[in-house]
């Protein structure tokens, strides 16, 4: 793995990908524990897996398809419910073009 | 007077010698009176409550004596989605959500005659360990034992209604990574965390999908065995839940093996190992044959390799979340 200092630059990378508006403090705060968290990932680094198979469940897993038959499902309206965000019985979501 | 074990209340219950109704109001006055000071619950779902209580009560005055959990209370893990019940995960960024639908573990609850109660505290999103770590506009749950110390967490809430009421109940948790042992250790109560894929997840509000389980929480072991084998089973809605037998009952553990880990007793505190030896001694009595085993590269490496999994996952499920 290329290593990567953890600095204020990377911190505030990080924040804006995740949409996070940090105050100055907060910074102050983050940092050294961003520091102390990827220090602890670290030791994995230690350990040697070239020979492993990589795995990504921890059971085995098979497609599950539904019977092509019509289910009871939700209406408009009641699948709108949850959103502020809709028009004429849709969801409203950001222009594209 | 402790309060009857769930399999004696409902079968009180089915005999007609308690009033449903009665006795969730009664715990339901108890849980709002609580949370002022405990902060147990997220939401308290009094009219709907009371309302299927009513229609149960109806239900067995006309012979309809059916159901496994038939009357008792349950309370929910904030994070576990319940028809019509505001259902944040203990976070403001998902204030006013009322799911459309029960997760299946509700359903199953539902099914089997269990009363939803209310959805309890909890770590932001399960963010936590020890139910500190609230979202914005949240109180922390604090520990009956001793309201100067947490509930352990992330299941804080479950555990410390549990083990605060004086009536029969038992509470639906999740964990991730040791969010239902812990807060049930922290208040004496018992928390099955199950095998990953006994219990269906359809509903719940993820953090790390490829280790999140779903589980129980109760006063006695028997009713954390009976609320777990009530939600446990293959579900079509989650491709990750297994097809499994049921639990049945309680000495069907005589002659199984239980094992342990010797390196996770290397640095726990004195008082904690000492109850851990006493309860493996119960269970040798009882017939379960115990071995000591090790496993050193979990010791070493769990904690590091699960932050780096859970993390991971759950900046892909946040995502949803942030929009």
Redesign the interface.
Known sequence: MPKQSVDKKLLLRVAKN??LNLTEAEVEKFLPQLKE?LK??S??DR?SVEKEKPS????P????I?KDSVEKS?TQE??L??TKHKKDGYFLGPKAL | MAAKTAREFVSSVKKGHISVVEHVENLLEEAEKANHQYHFFNAIAKESAVKQAMEIEAGIKIGRHKGKLLGLPISVKDCICVKGIESRAGSKILSGYEPLFDATVVEKAKKEGAIIIGKTAQDEFGFGTFSNNVGIGFEKPLNPLDPKRCCGGSSGGSAGFTSFTGFSHASIGQSTGGSIACPASFCGVVGLTPTYGLVSRYGLIDYANSLDKIGSIGKTVDDAALLLDVISGHDSNDSTSLKSESLGKQDQGKGMKACYAKELFEKCDSHVKKACMHSIEKLEKEGFSVEEISLPLNTEYGIAAYYLISTAEASTNLASSAE
Do not use: D, G, M, Y
């Open positions: 995740a949409r968290i602890a990932f030791k994995l350990v990504f469940q921890p059971i897993l098979s497609n599950v539904r939700l009641e699948a419910r949850n």
